[in-house]
């Protein structure tokens, strides 16, 4: 009756629940309808009215949207000026872009391990990491909670360090009651469909300097600025840019999606406390510890496995699980083990608790639009297949 869908069983749920989805609703399509019936595609006026809200939102004084998020975190290291022989600080448990962004400027990324119990950067290990060479520190809020924001200032600011927070997952998180956004020298968003907000594609930054929103306003569009120096038809290239423009169509969902900013986080933090309350019940499990600087908007809602309460890895209990149709996944796999980090020279052994954390961790279907019965399902399926395999 309770066979395990792995082993024949009859799945938990018919159809496989996603571990994270966009939530688009009519008003959301109105808003890019009257885009599309608009003068302007793109570099019109509703990239700035979506850069305007994201400066209400965050408290910055500057935002510049970019076609995504990577290509708002090259900006970044671009107007920092990272650039070959630098070396930049990012946390190993993150999506590759926080890394790559380092790598298009030449510079070489420096992994400094992370909290066992938080997942995000130790800022001790990044001070263990800096050299004469340190330009920038890109601390990742990982699911979604602020890394130790003012340790990470306090640490670059003696230095001449930029920081870049990868706020990817963090948009609508506070640290220690300020808004993320307003933090650090800039701040990086991605409105890719998994994230809080979504533009489809697309990405920010945030900044109060008003140097390095020129610069980056300018590494959005080739470099190019419209001096009108011999006519009113001139503009000139002055540096070397990337066309990395977001639309007027991708704004205006994105702004559609921001007024719902409040909903979308009362949501995530239903579903949260419902998933902390069941699985700190459960035997085998290892619940990421909330820091107390962060009243988190979640992202991803990520757990561990105590893998020495099991009679299996957490490959098998992972693929029982997607038997049942509950979508778990992995977030992340330790940069520096990606083929191409590992041509680099990166060897595994860097982060010896990222390794671990990335051991044991499982990321949890957690979305806005899922349902109180999606979300039980989640809960149903682990129970399930969590005693099975329990020693
Ligand atoms: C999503 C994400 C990005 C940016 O991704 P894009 O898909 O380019 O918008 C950067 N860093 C992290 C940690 C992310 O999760």
Redesign the pocket.
Known sequence: MNELAIHGGKPLREKMLPYARQTIDEVDCLSVINALNSDFLTTGPVIREFENRLCEITGAKFAVAFS????A?HGACYACGLSAGDEGITSPI??A??ANCMLYMGARPVFADIDEETFNIDTNEIEKKITANTKVIIP?DYTGQAADIDAVNELAKTRDITVIE?A??SLGTKYKSRPVGSLTDMT?F???PV?TATTG???AITTDDEKLYQKLMRFRAHGIVQSGREGPWFYEQTELGYNYRITDIQCALGISQLTKLDSFAARRDELKKKYNETFSEMKGLILQKNAPYSETVNHLYVIRLDLAAFKTGRREIFEALRAENIGVHVHYIPVYYHPYYQSLGYKKGICPKAEAVYDSLITVPFFPSMSDKDAQDVLDGFDKVLKHYLK
Do not use: I, P
């Not at 995504?68 to 290509?71: D, I, K, L």
């Open positions: 995504n998020g990577t290509a975190l993150t999506f872009a926080s990742v990868d990817a997952h990086e991605s409105f890719h994230k594609e697309g990405g």
